[in-house]
């Protein structure tokens, strides 16, 4: 989620600027954070990249071609998705290495297998 921005990271391209936004390798040592603990990107929307990697309902495989300038959107799959599928995930999490808390990072991963760094991501108005 870039918040309507066109760099790799909604706050700007720099890796410095990242333990203010996102846990990861850098600042998490080692384990997930409370969401809200670091700044929010434009629209809001705290631990948007890092703390824990996103599930997606979506069976990894390659972007289908497209023309130069143009782009492919990831779109919600309708297969049936099975726990020895390999899904999207996105987001990277607290035990990541700085280079993939992007917008466009994807990786992919079986459901039957756990991980710590793996979850969804919840969203709800934050009330002070």
Known sequence: MRADSSTSRYFGETEELLPKYAWCQLNALGHTWPVGSLKPNDLGLFDVQGNASTWCQKISQDYPPTK?????????????????????????????????????????????????????????????
């Open 68 to 128: 130069a300038g143009e782009f492919s959107d990831d779109r919600e799959d309708e297969s049936a998705i099975t726990g020895t599928t390999g899904l999207v995930v996105r987001g990277a999490s607290f035990a990541s290495h700085p280079s993939n808390l992007r917008s466009a990072y994807r990786s992919n991963r079986v459901p039957a297998i756990k991980n710590d760094s793996y979850g969804f991501r919840l969203a709800r108005t934050f009330a002070r």
